[in-house]
């Protein structure tokens, strides 16, 4: 039996924040991580995808000064060396998390973690079985890809998102079940590949979380791409027939393909965590539920993606942060996210910031909306692709949200999430002095635009 | 003699901006410009030269990604159809911002404008004289480029950004003598368009005004794009010998090219102003002088390059919004810029917000500095280009300002001044949640990396 002040379970975003914060503060640490460090977001997540869509956006923005008839040009991705180059950024980041962690003195134990009683964790390693003790312990374990039965992964031509980033080639032909940033950043990419690409959404827009305007401009802008978007459908079943993928619809549609992603969410890594063991209760759906400090029992936090309150890396290291702070005794306060950001990434990008106006309607609340074209913009002017816009939603005077669609977008989520947070309204926003021209101007043309009133 | 609330004069970002902000507070407003609407800043800056830098944007992008052999490709501008859509958007633009000034009241006149008593103005317009009298004045006349003897624009292969914005082909070689913003943005766009660039400074470094650490790795950047670079040289004499640019330089050597761009600086343009019947008082360089309201005289405003505070459209902008609100009476404050942002862009910018650890150190003060290169952030690596680094300057453990270099680095300028202006410093930077991942996330690495101490 290993004795620690904390075991931190899941080298990810949470677990590798929470590791660094605890570690500074005086604390010993054991960090066990099942798989890769990094977890998910490294290295089937949010980074490797960027890397395609970053050798990508040559195209997209070539693309843009064609449509304005002043560039000429090609690009084309060398789709291995892309899986190489990915391939070793992410072993390298991999391997510098790793050795960051151990030079701060946490203790590194690669295997699967679980519980077998109150502050007791069982680490299955490859050199067999050991005991860890610690007076508190941090479930930061994350999710994996979410299946359903008839839409499940077989390893053959229908694939989840880790198997679809493995490829040695880029398919000719792809279905999408689920238009959510999983599946959205996927198709943008394969459709600058070549492939034909077919996203099947059942929620009735694409992105379901965002704004439903934020959402059409942006299935404008994949349709344009030659992407065909299906919204409002339901996936009956899926799966390997001669050799290709074959979706059928609820409506009795069939649509084959080369390969099928199933992006239909994420479910929570607690299948073998015997988190009960723990002292933890699950929810129906395998998510772990804590408190407002974020304690899923004594002694015990769940942070990031496994307590399910929101599925992003961030989220996941600003809940550690805060969790390590408890743990230190340098807070007492309530867990407050703040007005959380989010971004789906790609040639046309979204990002937000707080609620969109349908939920706020949803809740029986009147909003009012300002919004700015970015063709007002002209960084966005420059860049030749100025489709979108940006759109503020107000409740009781106060901004509630803001939200934006377009080229680039994804730079304007800090932006207008400190504006936001610092309550930068009409009159304060004279007080910050804008660059111009930055793409960064159009957020306080939108904040100061004409309001239109909706109620619920 | 027409009679007015507030007569300014310039219809570039400041007169603007006091224009609408007075005409919103209920003032009767004359607004003068004497060229074209927008100023120099809309017609013959900042935003012609941010036009031809999107269109070279993609030859960037693909040249990056080809550096890490992912991506092959050309891109190729068709110069003829820029100049088109630049010279299309630049009338357009003014246009509506002329149009949209008359929809909110504002009297516009277009004509030269100059001062012939305390609050009258004569305006010398297409169909002659008219006076205009009024209780408040605001100057906002704006700067020209500046030149020397021996380093005048003679409209054959000398020229200035002016002249050389409005070339109806790219040269296939080009001069630039100063290396500051317009200088580096110009030589940028012509190298990118196949032109061979030189270009020469007097300082000890280009981006005189930025970070020496900084502009280092700028020169690295436009080095690798083949443009050469002279620096601590200064030029003797600049002229048009047998139809191409002849640049001596003061160590005897010649340089010649098929034009050449003077970029020493810009003058202010209050040489026909007669400011001083107004009151007003000039400094030995020709900039209206003012007090900490931005007053050149009793009811007299100077905002924006003609009070030589900061030669950049925003602060003219902000400037302008604080002499509309105390004419309004809404404030009786100093004029307060707060940390000032500003951005070199091209292939590999330059961002500012705040103080140089140079400037400090000149005022005898000890400075910390922490810095993180941008190779760890993501989206810089899967952007390929992960060249360049932020760089935060401490003075007595507070931000005084911070500074970055590399591709897309104008995009962090808001984030960082926001932070600054807020004092994120280390335990506070914990309540915000970085979007993961995002370029913006480079900045509070920055922030936290460990200290370096120099003293003057």
Redesign the interface.
């Known amino acids: 039996m290993l004795s620690f002040d904390v075991i931190i379970l899941g080298g990810g975003?949470g677990g590798i924040t929470a590791a660094r914060v605890l570690a500074h503060g005086g604390k010993s640490v054991a960090l066990v991580e099942d798989a890769h460090w990094g977890g998910a977001?490294l290295n089937c997540g949010?980074?490797p995808t960027?890397?395609l869509?970053?050798?990508v956006?040559?195209?997209a923005?070539?693309r843009a000064?064609q449509r304005?008839?002043?560039?000429?040009?090609?690009?084309?991705?060398?789709y291995t060396?892309?899986q190489d180059?990915i391939s070793r950024?992410i072993k390298g980041?991999g391997r510098t998390l790793a050795e960051n962690l151990m030079e701060m003195g946490v203790a590194l134990f690669e295997g699967h973690g679980f519980g077998i009683a109150p502050g007791r964790i069982r680490l299955e390693g490859a050199n067999g079985n050991t005991d860890l003790a610690a007076e508190y312990i941090i479930l930061a374990c994350g999710t994996s890809p979410a299946s359903f039965p008839d839409l499940a992964p077989d390893g053959d031509c229908v694939l989840n998102s880790t198997g679809l980033l493995r490829l040695a080639e880029a398919p000719e032909s792809l279905i999408i079940v689920g238009a959510g940033a999983i599946g959205i950043e996927l198709g943008d990419f394969f459709a600058a590949m070549g492939g034909k690409v077919t996203v099947i959404e059942a929620a009735p827009h694409i992105a379901p979380l965002e704004d439903a305007d934020v959402a059409k401009e942006l299935l404008r802008a994949l349709n344009k791409n030659g992407i065909v978007c299906q919204e409002g459908v339901r996936a009956k079943s899926l799966g390997t027939v001669g050799g290709r993928a074959r979706l059928t619809l609820e409506n009795g549609k069939v649509i084959t393909a080369a390969k099928a992603l199933v992006a239909v969410g994420r479910a929570p890594n607690t299948g073998n965590l015997d988190a009960e063991k723990l002292g933890c209760v699950l929810d129906r759906c395998g998510y772990v539920t804590t408190n407002a400090f974020l304690e899923a029992a004594q002694g015990i936090y769940a942070v990031g993606d496994i307590n399910g309150m929101a599925l992003?890396?961030?989220?996941a290291?600003?809940q550690a942060?805060?969790a390590a702070?408890r743990i230190l005794g340098e807070t007492d306060r309530e867990y407050a996210?703040?007005p959380?950001?989010?971004?789906i990434y790609g040639g046309t990008e979204i990002?937000r910031v707080g609620r969109t106006a349908e939920a706020l309607l949803k809740e029986g609340k009147t909003v009012e909306v300002s919004r700015a074209p970015l063709a007002m913009n002209?960084?966005a002017?420059?860049?030749?692709g100025c489709a979108g816009f940006v759109k503020v939603v107000w409740d009781q005077g106060s901004i509630a949200g803001i939200a934006a669609v377009g080229a680039?977008v994804?730079?304007l989520?800090?932006?207008a999430?400190?504006?936001m947070?610092?309550g930068y309204e009409e009159q304060k926003l004279?007080?910050?002095?804008?660059?111009?021209?930055?793409?960064?101007e159009i957020i306080p043309l939108a904040i100061r635009a004409p309001k239109t009133r909706f109620s619920a």
């Open positions: 975003p977001c949010c980074i960027k890397m869509l970053g050798a956006a040559p195209q923005l070539l000064q304005v008839h002043v560039v000429k040009g090609s690009a084309e991705v060398d060396a892309l180059r950024f980041s992003l890396a961030h989220a290291g600003h942060a805060y702070a996210a703040g959380v950001p989010s971004c990002m002209p960084i002017q420059a860049g030749g680039g994804s730079h989520v800090t932006v999430q400190l504006l947070k610092h004279r007080q910050v002095m804008f660059a111009h021209p930055t793409l960064d």
